[in-house]
């Protein structure tokens, strides 16, 4: 069989869908699947192996405003599927369907469709990277009528929606389960699908440095670079790139910002954006400035969308349990990092998350 370049693929149809588990490539000394750190039962992935083997179609959806994380891990197992025959097609549920500027570099494009082109029932629908059917968007309508829906996942909030779930919230990313999918799967990787994965992976670690990076996240990215990926090519696209607009609005963010009792926030009308163009996904790094602060043990940014409503992003440093704050309005996340959506006013909002700040387990 033969991959969309004309080149050999990588993956065997073959064995997928026979009731049991496909036979694995060499990947280690015995063959042995990489590890990962996660504790998914392997009935879950045999169950999964069988829906997927089974589906003639498969939809494929992440999160609204996807990050490097949700695109990654779809675009990896999208490419994977569709070199098993798979008719495969993926999207995200945003109004505005387009792929934010600093994901452009990910190969696997190909496969989007707008929400509006997936099917309203499908036979079989993946989710990447979404904690509620509400992270779906649009797409929160043809998952709940979907037959059968995998949910992967590495949120602590997750609500288990679909019909068969690969959550693990001790994992780092969400690649690093579509990486255990793809082997399964009898695939392996190359540089397209390393590169997407990889972008989750550095995405959701923060480039190594959160609490989240263990052996196997780092064994996971040795394995990835050894496909000839560029490090830096990846880094310099997710980091080090911004449109003149979004300096004058970072500018405006930070002398607009707060301290207070061990608290550091700003927020970003989207009236500052609009003097620029700046589109919304621009401002996906700025809670990474500001939480930077070293009299703060939270940060807060808030963010207002293109129809009017403050996507509000946290981050701690270990002692407050944000996910949990957020995920008493309306959100969720992990311990470290989480956000929620409000569409008070920004005075409402910081008054509503004082109030669970304060009786935060932890408080600084």
Request: aromatic share 6%; with cysteine; hydrophobic share 40%.
């Given at each position: 069989?033969?991959?969309?370049?004309?080149?050999?693929?990588?993956?065997?149809?073959?064995?997928?869908?026979?009731?049991?588990?496909?036979?694995?490539?060499?990947?280690?000394?015995?063959?042995?699947?990489?590890?990962?750190?996660?504790?998914?039962?392997?009935?879950?992935?045999?169950?999964?192996?069988?829906?997927?083997?089974?589906?003639?179609?498969?939809?494929?959806?992440?999160?609204?405003?996807?990050?490097?994380?949700?695109?990654?891990?779809?675009?990896?197992?999208?490419?994977?599927?569709?070199?098993?025959?798979k008719r495969v097609i993926a999207s995200f549920g945003d109004r505005q369907f387009a792929v934010p500027r600093l994901l452009?570099?990910?190969?696997?494009?190909?496969?989007?469709?707008?929400?509006?082109?997936?099917?309203?029932?499908?036979?079989?629908?993946?989710?990447?990277?979404?904690?509620?059917?509400?992270?779906?968007?649009?797409?929160g309508a043809n998952t709940a009528k979907a037959h059968e829906v995998i949910v992967i996942d590495h949120h602590l909030s997750?609500?288990?929606?679909?019909?068969?779930?690969?959550?693990?919230?001790?994992?780092?990313?969400?690649?690093?389960?579509?990486?255990?999918?793809?082997?399964?799967?009898?695939?392996?990787?190359?540089?397209?699908?390393?590169?997407?994965?990889?972008?989750?992976?550095?995405?959701?670690?923060?480039?190594?440095?959160?609490?989240?990076?263990?052996?196997?996240?780092?064994?996971?990215?040795?394995?990835?670079?050894?496909?000839?990926?560029?490090?830096?090519?990846?880094?310099?696209?997710?980091?080090?790139?911004?449109?003149?607009?979004?300096?004058?609005?970072?500018?405006?963010?930070?002398?607009?910002?707060?301290?207070?009792?061990?608290?550091?926030?700003?927020?970003?009308?989207?009236?500052?954006?609009?003097?620029?163009?700046?589109?919304?996904?621009?401002?996906?790094?700025?809670?990474?400035?500001?939480?930077?602060?070293?009299?703060?043990?939270?940060?807060?940014?808030?963010?207002?969308?293109?129809?009017?409503?403050?996507?509000?992003?946290?981050?701690?440093?270990?002692?407050?349990?944000?996910?949990?704050?957020?995920?008493?309005?309306?959100?969720?996340?992990?311990?470290?990092?989480?956000?929620?959506?409000?569409?008070?006013?920004?005075?409402?909002?910081?008054?509503?998350?004082?109030?669970?700040?304060?009786?935060?387990?932890?408080?600084?």
């Amino acid at each position: 069989m033969r991959d969309r370049t004309g080149r050999p693929s990588r993956v065997d149809p073959g064995s997928v869908g026979q009731g049991r588990p496909p036979a694995l490539p060499p990947i280690g000394p015995e063959g042995a699947l990489p590890p990962s750190g996660s504790v998914i039962p392997e009935a879950a992935w045999r169950r999964a192996l069988d829906l997927i083997g089974k589906a003639d179609e498969i939809a494929l959806a992440c999160h609204v405003s996807p990050d490097g994380d949700a695109l990654g891990s779809m675009l990896a197992t999208g490419s994977v599927l569709r070199a098993l025959g798979k008719r495969v097609i993926a999207s995200f549920g945003d109004r505005q369907f387009a792929v934010p500027r600093l994901l452009h570099f990910l190969p696997g494009q190909d496969l989007l469709v707008p929400p509006a082109d997936v099917p309203a029932e499908p036979e079989l629908m993946i989710t990447f990277d979404s904690s509620t059917p509400d992270r779906l968007g649009l797409l929160g309508a043809n998952t709940a009528k979907a037959h059968e829906v995998i949910v992967i996942d590495h949120h602590l909030s997750n609500t288990g929606f679909g019909t068969l779930s690969l959550i693990d919230p001790h994992v780092a990313a969400t690649a690093v389960l579509a990486e255990q999918l793809i082997y399964r799967l009898g695939g392996s990787l190359d540089r397209d699908i390393a590169t997407c994965l990889y972008a989750g992976l550095v995405t959701d670690t923060g480039s190594f440095r959160y609490s989240s990076t263990t052996p196997e996240v780092h064994q996971m990215a040795a394995r990835l670079v050894a496909t000839g990926l560029r490090t830096d090519e990846i880094a310099r696209e997710l980091w080090d790139r911004s449109p003149f607009g979004y300096l004058k609005v970072l500018a405006a963010a930070l002398d607009r910002v707060s301290l207070e009792d061990h608290l550091v926030w700003t927020y970003v009308p989207r009236v500052d954006r609009a003097a620029y163009g700046l589109p919304y996904a621009e401002l996906e790094g700025l809670i990474d400035i500001v939480r930077r602060t070293d009299e703060a043990e939270v940060a807060a940014v808030l963010k207002e969308d293109d129809h009017g409503a403050w996507q509000v992003s946290t981050r701690s440093k270990g002692a407050v349990d944000v996910g949990s704050i957020c995920a008493a309005l309306g959100g969720g996340g992990h311990h470290n990092a989480a956000g929620f959506t409000s569409h008070g006013s920004v005075e409402d909002i910081m008054a509503a998350f004082r109030a669970l700040l304060a009786n935060a387990d932890g408080e600084a």
